[in-house]
């Protein structure tokens, strides 16, 4: 089976603009979760979707969005951005029938905001 | 904060040696696991202990749970060069007002092991 994969594997974006990154999980997995890791904060949880429905979301402002389509393949967009935005992204995937068990995740998209 | 909490930060040892580290947590919890992640990529998972288990194996890999402490330790034995990287802890807490089960990671413990 094919891993996850992240597209673009690296962007740079200046301030104010927008950035939509894309994920694809493994196949049959329903669950993606976002995450955004920086040195200071470390790992942070942005969303879950599941069947394209967000199941849970973290504590990030509205800027911050996702969707996920019917083949399970999940975007997330910031607007907006801002300097803080700078960070590793990464999705992960999981079959999550039942809680919470192994994640897969991508190799991540790491974004630099100038 | 929910979040798991590593202990040491950062861990330097040489090869052959064995490496600990160490998870608490606040909340109680399903499940726990713990993911390694080479620089700058993605997270590897590596070994998930239910809440009603004590330990578990995985090669050269042990993992204890201790939920009176709320405490989990990863040990590595015989570790080698290529075991460097940052290991995390994440936690599964389902809150108690209802809801869906989240996933929290912990800051990680880096792991440097020399030749």
């Known amino acids: 089976k094919a891993g996850v994969t992240q597209t673009p594997r690296y962007l740079i974006k200046t301030r104010g603009q927008q950035v939509t990154l894309s994920c694809s999980p493994i196949?049959?997995?329903?669950?993606v979760s976002w995450y955004q890791q920086t040195p200071g904060q470390g790992l942070q949880f942005l969303f879950e979707?599941?069947?394209?429905?967000?199941?849970n979301k973290g504590n990030f402002p509205g800027r911050f969005s996702g969707r996920q389509f019917s083949n399970s393949r999940s975007e997330m967009n910031v607007s907006t951005l801002e300097l803080g935005d700078s960070a590793l992204y990464l999705c992960a995937s999981s079959l999550r029938d039942r809680g919470y068990n192994e994640q897969f995740f991508g190799p991540g998209t790491r974004l630099t905001v100038l | 904060s929910q979040q798991g909490e590593e202990d040491p930060q950062a861990l330097s040892i040489q090869e052959g040696e064995n490496a600990t580290m160490n998870c608490s947590y606040k909340?109680?919890?399903?499940?726990l696991q713990w993911y390694r992640q080479n620089s700058g990529r993605g997270l590897v998972h590596l070994i998930l202990?239910?809440?009603?288990?004590r330990e578990k194996h995985s090669g050269r890999l042990r993992v204890t749970l201790d939920t009176s402490k709320k405490s989990s330790s990863l040990l590595i034995t015989a570790s080698r060069a290529a075991d460097t990287a940052s290991y995390f802890c994440?936690?599964?807490?389902?809150?108690?007002?209802?809801?869906?089960?989240?996933?929290?990671f912990g800051k990680g413990t880096k792991l440097t092991v020399n030749p």
């Open positions: 909340t109680s919890i399903n499940n």
């Open positions: 196949s049959g997995h329903r669950s």
């Open positions: 994440a936690t599964v807490h389902r809150p108690s007002q209802g809801g869906s089960e989240k996933l929290v």
């Open positions: 202990i239910r809440s009603n288990e």
């Open positions: 979707y599941f069947s394209e429905t967000q199941r």
